[in-house]
């Protein structure tokens, strides 16, 4: 099993948090956030599309116990996942910001390609 970032979380808040941004890194196509962060909601992401690709009722059901706006699952089984059909992974893309201002945390914009 791959080796999971913990986020200075506990792990209810830590798993909480990643469906957060997920589901908004869906709904919006890009969000803003810390480059660990982004690197952990990245391969969520990615597993997301990948199971909406294959669009079956099986893989509709596990992607809506993950995320939390049903209207997010919908669009991404009818817009997102046809979009990237003929690509085999790789959906996201995270350009570097540079330090926060507060606790030079390194900042990323993590979005669909």
């Known amino acids: 099993m791959a080796k999971l970032r913990k986020l200075g979380r506990p792990t209810d808040h830590r798993k909480a948090m990643l469906r957060n941004l997920v589901t908004s890194l869906l709904r919006e196509g890009k969000i803003t956030t810390t480059d660990t962060r982004a690197k952990e909601a990245k391969r969520m992401a990615e597993k997301m599309i990948t199971l909406a690709k294959r669009g079956d009722l099986h893989a509709r059901r596990q992607v809506l116990s993950y995320?939390?706006?049903?209207?997010?699952v919908k669009n991404l089984f009818d817009e997102i996942a046809p979009k990237y059909?003929?690509?085999?992974?790789?959906?996201?893309?995270?350009?570097?910001?540079g330090p926060r201002r507060g606790?030079?945390?390194?900042?990323?914009i993590l979005e669909l390609v």
């Open 103 to 108: 606790d030079a945390a390194e900042l990323v």
């Open 67 to 72: 995320l939390y706006d049903e209207t997010v």
């Open 85 to 97: 059909a003929d690509r085999n992974g790789g959906y996201t893309r995270a350009l570097k910001l």
